[in-house]
């Protein structure tokens, strides 16, 4: 049951997410963020990799996001790694708050992009972590994949 976001311009992608964890369900989140990281966005710069999202006080929070400095702004320009608010419904939000709490689940961000409508989001996702044999075997069904590609293409 995926659904699908309406990604205009990808700005970051945590494909490493992929790999360490079973995603289970997705959310889209509005990111609060100031003037200068939008325009930091807008140029397509963003690193996800080593973020992760936390329930805190009825609030989400995505840390340590990396928004490199707007290279045009002055004094006034914000810092690369604070922590930034999740805007989600309320429900949203008690949802992933039960799911942490009860089931031992975890919140990833998988995405930062702009939408339609030009504004940023965060396309987050609660997901399971996979053990050492449950990523062997991903590894070897993605070799298989793609020697199965290969076969296809070559004598198909």
């Avoid at 702004?73 to 429900?91: E, F, K, V």
């Amino acid at each position: 049951m995926s659904k699908a976001f309406n990604k205009v311009k990808i700005v970051a992608d945590n494909r490493r997410a992929f790999y360490e964890y079973a995603v289970e369900e997705r959310f889209e989140a509005g990111i609060e963020l100031r003037g200068t990281e939008v325009k930091s966005l807008r140029n397509g710069e963003a690193n996800i990799a080593e973020s992760y999202v936390a329930v805190e006080d009825g609030e989400v929070w995505l840390i340590n996001a990396h928004v490199p400095e707007y290279s045009h702004g002055n004094r006034l320009n914000h810092d690369p790694r604070r922590r930034r608010r999740l805007l989600l419904h309320a429900r949203e939000i008690n949802k992933l708050f039960g799911a942490v709490g009860r089931q031992g689940l975890t919140i990833v961000p998988l995405s930062m992009y702009f939408n339609g409508d030009g504004r940023a989001k965060l396309e987050i996702a609660l997901a399971k972590g996979k053990k050492a044999h449950d990523k062997r075997a991903a590894i070897k069904e993605r070799d298989w994949k793609r020697e199965q590609g290969r076969l296809l293409r070559n004598h198909g």
